[in-house]
């Protein structure tokens, strides 16, 4: 079955940086659209972003220009770079790939 198995996720101060991977297997990962989204305590999981086979990304407004979703197909590996974080960016971040799987997320605590 497919794998997606996060990494990269701890805890780091405002300002700081973060950069989370995704490892996927069992899976055409060239033609999958890849996708971080993340969960709050309380709140529901959103999207945070996405990039196409192509290469095409998308962001949620709250991270725009902070955050960048890049992939390596010769390693299966979507990667989210963070910077600029803050506290509210404080939630366990998931990958998804092809708008159906899901991985089980690493943790990101942003402390003030």
């Known amino acids: 079955q497919v794998q997606l198995v996060e990494s990269g996720g701890g805890l780091v101060q405002a300002g700081g940086s973060l950069r989370l991977s995704c490892a996927a297997s069992?899976?055409?990962?060239?033609?999958?659209?890849m996708g971080w989204y993340r969960q709050a305590p309380g709140k529901q999981r959103e999207l945070v972003a996405t990039?196409?086979?192509?290469?095409?990304?998308n962001y949620a407004d709250s991270v725009k220009g902070r955050f960048t979703i890049s992939r390596d197909n010769a390693k299966n590996t979507v990667y989210l770079q963070m910077n600029s974080l803050k506290p509210e960016d404080t939630a366990v971040y998931y990958c998804?790939?092809?708008?159906?799987?899901w991985g089980k997320g690493t943790l990101v605590t942003v402390s003030s």
């Open positions: 069992n899976i055409i990962f060239s033609i999958a659209t």
């Open positions: 998804r790939a092809s708008l159906a799987y």
């Open positions: 990039i196409t086979s192509a290469s095409t990304t």
